[in-house]
């Protein structure tokens, strides 16, 4: 099997090209190789491979510019993905796609489902919402992979930035209403794979697992909770802070002049993922942990004569 990755660079897609590589021959384009601000050279691009699977792991994240820059996160994230959509259509190919919980509003009080409506507050959801819907109407067989809080071991994430702050300070002030499920790169790259060679193994029944799902930790925490559970387990590895978890004061989001609204409640229901591809979702603490083990062990070692 021929796969095709794109946003090899992005946290998601760098774990992507570790847990792809053995379902197919892999293929895999970044910024560099992939222009999604020319989404039908884009297309082109991607006839001449001719890939029997496209992952696609590439969006524009930068949610608050996305307030006055509209157009070009609309490109990236809603027309190229449509564009993509087409061309495995057109070749009988598999897509999958990420998605956000952004695409909800916030406002129910349990975890939000497939079936929920959407209704994004953000110029940012409304691009990866409208994405979502070119690719339903494609008629493409695909996977709309819904996550939240994503976070990897490269690149900028809130835990690294916590640290970095809790070395500086006596106090942090961190949003405690707005509550979601940490989500590690890894567990969405190796789930994606998981989750892909179980519909390779269904023969004639593969077209039947076509559809959204949402792929999250499992648990949820508020922003606040997650910088104190970090803070902790950094103290715990031997990390030097000025402020522990108990210099976390919890603030309102309207405390914070953001431009762009957030989903109040980003809790996303896993059920039906788990249940039709088999996997078990660990609790967010699973990766988080690794990960901050990972930043305290690399700092200890570097401090080293």
Same mark, same amino acid.
């Given at each position: 099997?021929?796969?095709?990755?794109?946003?090899?660079?992005?946290?998601?897609?760098?774990?992507?090209?570790?847990?792809?590589?053995?379902?197919?021959?892999?293929?895999?384009?970044?910024?560099?190789?992939?222009? !999604?601000?020319?989404?039908?050279?884009?297309?082109?691009?991607?006839?001449? &491979?001719?890939?029997?699977?496209?992952?696609?792991?590439?969006?524009?994240?930068?949610?608050?510019?996305? %307030?006055?820059?509209?157009?070009? #996160?609309?490109?990236?994230?809603?027309?190229?993905?449509?564009?993509?959509?087409?061309? #495995?259509? #057109?070749?009988?190919?598999?897509?999958?796609?990420?998605?956000?919980?952004?695409?909800?509003?916030?406002?129910?009080?349990?975890?939000?489902?497939?079936?929920?409506?959407?209704?994004?507050?953000?110029?940012?959801?409304?691009?990866?919402?409208?994405?979502? %819907?070119?690719?339903?109407?494609?008629?493409?067989?695909?996977?709309?992979?819904?996550?939240?809080? &994503? !976070?990897?071991?490269?690149?900028?994430?809130? *835990?690294?930035?916590?640290?970095?702050?809790?070395?500086?300070?006596?106090?942090?002030?961190?949003?405690?209403?707005?509550?979601?499920?940490?989500?590690?790169?890894?567990?969405?790259?190796? #789930?994606?794979?998981?989750?892909?060679?179980?519909?390779?193994?269904? @023969?004639?029944?593969?077209?039947?697992?076509?559809?959204?799902?949402?792929?999250?930790? @499992?648990? *949820?925490?508020?922003?606040?909770?997650?910088?104190?559970?970090?803070?902790?387990?950094?103290?715990?590895?031997?990390?030097? /802070?000025?402020?522990?978890?108990?210099?976390?004061?919890?603030?309102?989001?309207?405390?914070?002049?953001?431009? *762009?609204?957030?989903?109040?409640?980003?809790?996303?229901?896993?059920?039906?993922?788990?249940?039709? !591809?088999?996997?078990?979702?660990?609790?967010?603490?699973?990766?988080?942990?690794?990960?901050?083990?990972? /930043? &305290?062990?690399?700092?200890?070692?570097?401090?080293?004569?």
């Amino acid at each position: 099997m021929k796969i095709l990755l794109l946003g090899k660079d992005g946290q998601v897609g760098w774990e992507l090209q570790r847990s792809l590589a053995p379902l197919g021959d892999l293929v895999a384009w970044g910024r560099l190789d992939a222009d !999604f601000l020319d989404p039908e050279a884009l297309g082109a691009r991607v006839r001449a &491979v001719r890939p029997e699977l496209i992952v696609n792991a590439a969006a524009y994240t930068a949610v608050d510019r996305a %307030e006055t820059d509209e157009d070009r #996160a609309r490109l990236v994230n809603a027309v190229a993905p449509g564009v993509l959509a087409r061309e #495995a259509q #057109a070749r009988g190919a598999w897509l999958v796609h990420y998605s956000t919980d952004y695409v909800f509003d916030g406002s129910k009080e349990g975890a939000w489902n497939e079936l929920d409506a959407t209704a994004p507050l953000s110029a940012y959801g409304r691009s990866k919402c409208e994405g979502e %819907e070119r690719i339903r109407a494609s008629g493409a067989r695909h996977l709309i992979l819904r996550t939240s809080w &994503v !976070f990897g071991t490269r690149g900028a994430n809130f *835990a690294k930035t916590m640290l970095r702050l809790a070395r500086e300070r006596d106090t942090l002030d961190v949003v405690a209403d707005q509550v979601g499920a940490p989500t590690g790169a890894a567990l969405v790259a190796d #789930a994606t794979a998981l989750a892909l060679y179980r519909i390779a193994l269904s @023969g004639r029944e593969a077209d039947s697992y076509s559809g959204t799902y949402h792929l999250a930790a @499992g648990g *949820a925490t508020s922003w606040h909770d997650y910088a104190r559970h970090v803070l902790a387990r950094a103290r715990e590895q031997g990390a030097m /802070l000025k402020a522990g978890p108990e210099g976390v004061r919890a603030v309102s989001s309207s405390d914070f002049a953001a431009a *762009a609204r957030r989903p109040a409640n980003s809790r996303l229901d896993c059920i039906k993922f788990r249940s039709r !591809f088999g996997v078990v979702l660990p609790d967010w603490r699973h990766h988080v942990d690794r990960l901050v083990d990972e /930043l &305290v062990a690399q700092e200890q070692g570097q401090g080293k004569p």
